[in-house]
């Protein structure tokens, strides 16, 4: 195992990595591994998908697969070594198709089809063992001693930018936004990758490329939030829990979000976000369930004890899950692209299991004392007060704007987005994103001539 793509990695006289058996994260050697294998049969499908789409062929099942196959190996989403097993078999299925797609458009085109190799043609081992061999294919570290580090590092830079793009792209697509010329550049991308390239220039090239294609997936992101959901308005969120029967969602997805309070209307179940699904409040089309009663808990990296005396059941969507402890194991659910070895998932919105658990749990017995944080100051929102806030900054009542954001890290004493925040100036304005947030929302930071001083412009796409 070899995994240095966050913050949480592991640090040694070898330099950065998590090389154990275990990842800081909770990763086994086996799972990332299989990771590691995983994205080596997603370039294969991309090869093929690349060149098939420079001749017209377009596959959206295919486009689904490789979004969300990519999503997985990101951390903290997904540790079930059984999922990742059945995604290199299905990668190794839709890697077959998109050949025999661009073979058969290459006849039409009266072209002869190019042959391809490596990841092209790998064929997955049926053991766990044999695959886990196997997967050293796909090692971050592969050829290290001949192509040396700083090629490994380039090759790197661009590979977990193409993940950020997927995990977007396939927020984006469930909103119902995509882009033939998105998914053109990304088959590109990993086809460069797959070529296993050597040049520091067109690999530098290559990590800016990766940047502008994710300002367009951020866009199609937005785009399909705000056509969905409408664009969000500065919105009071209650932070203390309510009496009643209870759900917990995390994560990012407001898709699932959304399929939840449908299927629990009516219930009396009562539905709290947790971590980056804060920000869902902001949107005009929440606003019409009376059941999603706020918001509980803070960051992912304090699951363990939110979860733990969280009374109803959790639904973890999309990212950021770390190890269930045996108290609310079997009252967590996952969905989307995230797994944990032995934790029910959820497949196709179908919700039946987790309201069934709900019922088993006691809930809140009584009301908490009210306490409230606002969040909705999105970028419609902040422009609609646009002249407002260029004449505080004209007569100097506004001197800076900050932003603090982005996600958080678990190390105890990390505690600089508190004190950046806390020592912003009293004319300065803080917009802020990301789970990052949590570590300084609960402030009053107070108001200039009615502009609030902290600004919650949602989540990190939302940037
Ligand atoms: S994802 Fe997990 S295994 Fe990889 S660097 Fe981060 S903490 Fe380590
Ligand atoms: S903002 Fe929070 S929930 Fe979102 S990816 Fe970062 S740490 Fe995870």
Redesign the pocket.
Known sequence: ?Y????????NSAEGP??RAEV?????DALT?DLQDLLIYMAKGISMYAHRAGQLGVVDSEVNGFVLEAIFTTL??VNFDEKRFEGLIESAACYRDRMRAAYQAACAKAGQVPEVLSGPAVCNPEHELAALQKQAELGAITAGLSTIGEDIVGLRALVLYGMKGVAAYANHARLLGQESDEVYATFYEAMDFLASEPTEVDALLGWALKVGELNYRVMQLLDAGSTGRYGHPIPTEVRTTPVKGKSILVSGHDMVDLEALLQQTEGMGINIYTHGELLPAHGYPAFHKYPHLKGNYGTAWQRQKTEFAEFPGAVLMTSNCIIEPMESYRGRIFTCGPVGWPGVSHIEEHDFSGLIAAVQAEPGFLEDSEPATVTVGFARNAVLGVADKVIDAVKQGQISRFFVIGGCDGARPGRNYYTQVAEEVPMDGVILTLGCAKYRFNDHDFGDIGGIPRLLDVGQCNDT
């Not at 990842?23 to 990763?27: A, F, L, M, Q, V």
Request: aromatic residues 6%; charged residues 10%.
């Open positions: 195992m995994c240095y793509q966050c913050e949480q990695t592991q990595g998590c990842g800081t994260c909770g990763k990332a951390t903290n």
